[in-house]
């Protein structure tokens, strides 16, 4: 079964940085294009960024660009994103995500990060 | 970007009834490979999302069969042939045609 499990949110002043983490297992982390996409508390969802399956390049949505930065290890499964420069609009749950084909196949429960 | 325009944004319907959820998108979904990116997504209230359709009418593993997809281009349709009270949430499709991959704002499902 696959499993994505965040990690790392929570209240940070505005200017501040965090790194969210995801923990994956029951598939072949190593194979897949893996994403981070936020949802604002009572809004929709919002595509964050993209790294390919060997970590060589990732792909930010322009809200974002040049404050974030998505990583992966893939020796333990886990997936990260550095966010700087925290703004009280970046305030959402942060979800995980596996791409299958050209979609998102599997999501975590989400982090939750409050910037106030 | 790619605009994903969802409606009804909300739908109250009957248990046991059929229910529908259009959605369109600003330009051709069809990828130059041929096929067609659009998912729809379910989230459940205090979940996170789940996928249930994807290209156009594939139904994700363990989707019951009374969820289908349908449609094609710019536009596509979600049908639910008998809500269950387990079907309320919000209802996402979404595009992976082209970078950004962007959301629509979502169709609330209601029970009347």
């Known amino acids: 079964e696959v499993q994505l499990v965040e990690s790392g949110g929570g209240l940070v002043q505005p200017g501040g940085s965090l790194r969210l983490s995801c923990a994956a297992s029951g598939f072949t982390f190593s194979n897949f294009w893996m994403s981070w996409v936020r949802q604002a508390p009572g809004r929709g969802l919002e595509y964050v960024a993209t790294?390919?399956?060997?970590?060589?390049?990732?792909y930010y949505v322009d809200s974002v660009k040049g404050r974030v930065t998505i990583s992966r290890d893939n020796a333990k499964n886990s997936l990260h994103l550095q966010v700087t420069s925290l703004k009280a609009e970046d305030t959402a749950v942060y979800y995980c995500a596996r791409q299958g084909e050209y979609c998102f196949d599997s999501w975590g429960q989400g982090t939750l990060v409050a910037v106030s | 970007d790619i605009v994903m325009t969802q409606t009804p944004l909300s739908s109250p319907v009957t248990l046991g009834q059929p229910a529908s959820i259009s959605c369109r998108s600003s330009?051709?979904?069809?990828?130059?490979?041929?096929?067609?990116?659009l998912s729809w997504l379910q989230q459940r209230p205090g979940q996170p999302p789940r996928l249930l359709i994807y290209?156009?009418?594939n139904r994700f593993s363990g989707v019951p069969d009374r969820f289908s997809g349908s449609g094609a281009g710019t536009d596509f349709t979600l049908k639910i042939s008998r809500v269950e009270a387990e079907d309320v949430g919000i209802y996402y499709c979404m595009q992976g045609r082209q970078f950004p991959w962007t959301f629509g704002l979502g169709t609330k499902l209601e029970i009347k």
């Open positions: 790294i390919k399956p060997d970590g060589s390049e990732g």
């Open positions: 290209k156009i009418s």
């Open positions: 330009q051709s979904l069809v990828h130059i490979d041929g096929n067609t990116y």
